[in-house]
C-alpha cells in the first residue's frame, strides 16, 4: 500500500511539473511574442520621418561631453531639429534634458548650441530641465507641463530613430499629440549588433513603464529603469 501511495504521488508531482513547464514555455514564447512584435514597431517607427506642423519642436536630450560641449547623438538631433524649424513646422524649440551624470544638462547645451553656431532666435528657445534627472519619462512630464502651460498641444519630437517609438508612447501618456522625426531614416547606417540592442532595451523600456502601473513592482521597476533607461 506504501508502494502505491508513494507511486501516485511520484505520478501527482511529474504532472504538476510538466504542467508548470508548459506554463513557462508558454509565457516565454509569449514574452518572445511581444518582445518582437515591440522590436518591429520601434523599427518601423524609426524609419519613417513623420514631421508636420505642430505647436513645437522637442529636441530630446543625450549626452553631454566633459568639456559642455554636446555629444554626437545631442548634436545631430540638434540640427535635425533647427532644420525642421527653419522649414518653417514649429515655431518654438524645446531642448530636454537635465544634467543627469553630465556637468551640465542636455537641454542648455542643445539650446545653446542652437542660439550660437546654428542661429535659432532666443525667443523661439526654451530649455525643460528636471534637476538631475534625465530620463525620457522625465522629459516627458516637464516638456508637458512648459507646453500645457503656453497652451500647446502638438510637438515634433526628434531623437535616435530607435528611441522614438518609446518617447512617443511616453509623451502621448502626458497628453501631448506626437509626431515624430528621426536624426536618420537609414536604420541600415546602424551597426547591426547595436541595432538589434538598441531594439531589444527600448522594447523593454515599455514593457518597464508599463508594468510600473502595478502598485506592487513600482518600486523596484523605478529604480531598474532609471539605471538603464535614459
Known amino acids: 500500500m506504501a508502494f502505491a501511495h508513494h507511486g501516485c504521488y511520484n505520478l501527482w508531482v511529474k504532472r504538476v511539473l510538466r504542467i508548470v513547464g508548459l506554463l513557462i514555455l508558454a509565457l516565454t514564447l509569449m514574452a518572445v511574442l511581444v518582445v518582437g512584435v515591440l522590436s518591429w514597431q520601434i523599427n518601423r ?3 519613417q520621418d513623420l514631421a508636420q506642423p505642430a505647436d513645437a519642436i522637442v529636441i530630446l536630450g543625450a549626452r553631454v ?3 559642455g560641449s554636446p555629444s554626437s547623438d545631442l548634436l545631430s538631433r540638434t540640427f535635425h ?3 525642421l524649424y527653419n522649414a518653417g513646422l514649429a515655431p518654438v524649440v524645446i ?3 537635465g544634467a543627469g551624470g553630465d556637468r551640465l544638462s542636455a537641454g542648455a547645451v542643445a539650446c545653446r548650441y542652437a542660439a550660437e553656431e546654428l542661429g535659432l532666435p532666443a525667443d523661439n528657445a526654451l530649455f525643460a530641465q528636471e534637476g538631475n534627472a534625465w530620463t525620457t ?3 516627458a512630464a ?6 500645457r502651460a503656453n ?3 502638438s510637438a515634433i519630437l526628434v531623437s535616435h530613430p530607435l528611441h522614438l517609438f518609446r518617447a512617443k508612447w511616453l509623451f502621448e501618456r502626458e497628453g501631448i499629440e506626437v509626431y515624430t522625426s528621426p536624426t536618420n531614416t537609414n536604420l541600415r547606417r546602424i551597426f547591426p549588433p547595436l541595432r538589434a540592442w538598441y531594439s531589444l532595451r527600448e522594447a523593454g523600456g515599455v514593457l518597464l513603464t508599463a508594468a510600473q ?4 513592482v513600482d518600486r523596484l521597476l523605478t529604480w531598474l529603469s532609471d539605471r538603464v533607461y535614459g
Do not use: Q
Not at 516637464?142 to 507646453?147: N, T
Not at 502601473?213 to 506592487?216: G, K, Q, T
Open 45 to 47: 517607427l524609426g524609419s
Open 65 to 67: 561631453n566633459a568639456d
Open 81 to 83: 531639429g533647427i532644420d
Open 95 to 97: 531642448c530636454a534634458g
Open 137 to 139: 519619462a522625465d522629459e
Open 142 to 147: 516637464k516638456v508637458s507641463s512648459i507646453m
Open 151 to 153: 497652451g500647446w498641444r
Open 213 to 216: 502601473d502595478l502598485p506592487f
